[in-house]
């Protein structure tokens, strides 16, 4: 008999399309910040994109929290055929549990 377990926590940010695409069309002069305030992100013209920095902060795009759990079984069975002298059949069966 062989078991086995794992739990999985995973926090994934919201990173929207267009990432790259931002990184690569906000000039190195865009402030990041309105009117220089951290609690406020720029917000650039369409032509620039979106701000990189706000895309990339949790607490300004969010995120995903994924908990999985696994839980396998697995039994194997062999028989010695009586008949045939060094004849086995083995059988064996998993049991895979998502939580």
């Given at each position: 008999m062989q078991l086995a377990g794992i739990t999985d926590v995973t926090k994934a940010q919201h990173l929207q399309h267009g990432l790259y695409d931002s990184?690569?069309?906000?000039?190195?002069?865009?402030p990041i910040y309105a009117n220089d305030d951290p609690g406020f992100y720029y917000n650039p013209t369409l032509l620039y994109g979106k701000n990189t920095v706000a895309q990339t902060t949790e607490s300004a795009s969010g995120y995903t929290l994924n908990k999985n759990n696994l839980f396998q079984g697995g039994v194997s069975l062999t028989y010695?055929?009586?008949?045939?002298?060094?004849?086995?059949?083995?059988?064996?069966?998993?049991?895979t549990i998502h939580g």
């Open positions: 990184l690569w069309r906000n000039p190195a002069t865009q010695d055929v009586p008949a045939i002298d060094g004849l086995k059949a083995k059988v064996f069966i998993i049991i």
